[in-house]
């Protein structure tokens, strides 16, 4: 769908970002060779591989709903400082960091509805 010259982002297409996101954050990273080039057991050329830090899901949540946060405080305060006429904050300033926002902001709603979903299926499981 094109509107006005500009092409409109559907959901699938989000869909498909966000899972080459995921994809790309499971990936083991992989450590620069030591000064002499060698990596695992003095073989030259070959990578050393560390292994994945653990994330806790609770100290991965808050972070999110901080950087949400974080959006929100930013976007109102461009707002904020362009009704007061600050030369160096643009109308499109403004509307692009609300525009961020709302997207952070929705979507950390429909985290919490699948999470929900998710708490209301276990609930209803057979034992």
Not at 78 to 97: P, Y
């Amino acid at each position: 769908m094109k509107t006005g010259g500009i092409a409109g982002i559907d959901s699938s297409q989000i869909q498909a970002m966000m899972a080459q996101l995921k994809a790309a954050a499971s990936r083991p990273q992989v450590a620069v060779p030591d000064a002499a080039g060698l990596g695992v057991a003095g073989v030259a050329g070959t990578p050393t591989e560390t292994p994945a830090a653990k994330v806790n899901f609770s100290d991965a949540l808050k972070a999110q709903l901080d950087a949400v946060n974080g959006s929100m405080v930013e976007a109102g305060a461009k707002g904020n400082a362009f009704t007061r006429g600050d030369d160096s904050v643009s109308l499109s300033d403004v509307m692009i960091s609300m525009q961020k926002a709302s997207i952070n902001f929705q979507a950390s709603i429909q985290v919490r509805n699948k999470l929900v979903s998710a708490y209301h299926d276990i609930m209803n499981m057979q034992v």
